[in-house]
């Protein structure tokens, strides 16, 4: 992240926090790009936005603005992508309840789905 320690300590102080996911494969960018524009729920549309957008160099900070949220929930959006990938864009329950769902059906979580 941070090249030299007085690059650190200057960025620390005008608040520029510099945190970018991996950069993301042809796939993930196509899976992502998808569940931008067309999945059923609006916070998974944006999480997969923000990602779009933080492997475009897009700075928390920036993000926070665009979303209107705080730079921690931005911060926790990439961690989750980066530790569980496409499933860490759903919510908690949105995850139980389509785990639930696909154990009774007896198929693949279909939450991952488009709508």
């Not at 779009?52 to 959006?77: C, D, G, K, P």
């Amino acid at each position: 992240m941070c090249q030299t320690g007085n690059d650190c300590n200057n960025r620390q102080k005008l608040g520029v926090h510099l945190k970018f996911i991996a950069k993301l494969t042809p796939e993930e960018e196509v899976t992502l790009t998808e569940a931008y524009r067309n999945h059923s729920l609006f916070r998974v549309r944006q999480r997969a936005h923000a990602i779009l957008l933080n492997n475009r160099r897009y700075v928390i900070a920036r993000l926070s603005e665009l979303f209107e949220s705080q730079h921690e929930t931005v911060s926790s959006w990439l961690d989750k992508w980066e530790t569980e990938g496409l499933i860490g864009l759903l919510d908690f329950s949105t995850k139980r309840e389509g785990l639930c769902a696909s154990r009774v059906e007896g198929t693949k979580p279909f939450f991952l789905g488009y709508n």
